[in-house]
């Protein structure tokens, strides 16, 4: 037995999460700044708004295998990525395109599973998310530290780090002392000749015929 759900009460289900959502934000945003202190300088916003346009790229991408192919494994890849995109070092692929690592303020490292499921949990409620995309994205905009809703739920802060580019900078320049390296270890086995000592030499080839 399929059970379809009417237009109407889709626009229900959708609507009420997010006038809430949009009714809540502010106050919860002020509440949970309060006591939240930050060392580290604020991360470049472009950089920030192009990475979040990968992440929703590549899971909209991910996501289009449910439409056509009729699988809600697709779906569920996608929601999950967006949801831990930033446990593996702190890095979604579009932070790291971009150079940007997220950071636990309370211990100074990259951003853990949970930090990562916790700022990014607003993003995939239905509803709210719709309305959530446009609010974080001002916050991250006009806040010091660029820190939005689920920044401040997880206690986190996107900074500037190491990219794709720096890797690849990185192996380039690993590549390059390695063959110096090479080269100079062959170098050393090339035998110089000695200097000679031209006197001793030709009084030793060089003797008179009456000395022999």
Sequence with gaps: MSMEIGFPALLGILLLPA???????APIVTHFSRGLISPYAKADVRKRFSAALVDGL?????SFGYWTGNSPLYLAVGAGY???????GGQSV?????????????????ASVSGSARRNLLL?????????VFLEARTIAV?????????RLAHTQVVEGAGARDLVKSFQDWLMSLGR??????????????????AAFASIVVRPAGRR
């Design 181 to 198: 390296g090479f080269g100079q270890s062959t170098g050393g086995r090339r035998r110089v000749p000695g200097r000679i000592d031209r």
């Design 143 to 151: 806040d010091p530290q660029g820190q939005r809703l689920g920044d």
């Design 58 to 62: 590549l899971a909209i991408t991910v």
């Design 19 to 25: 006038v809430t959502c949009a009714l809540a934000y």
């Design 82 to 88: 967006l949801l831990l995109r930033d446990a593996i």
């Design 94 to 110: 579009g932070k790291l395109v971009f150079g940007l690592v997220v950071i636990d303020l309370l211990s100074g490292r990259a």
């Design 124 to 132: 995939l409620l239905p509803g709210a998310n719709l309305v959530a």
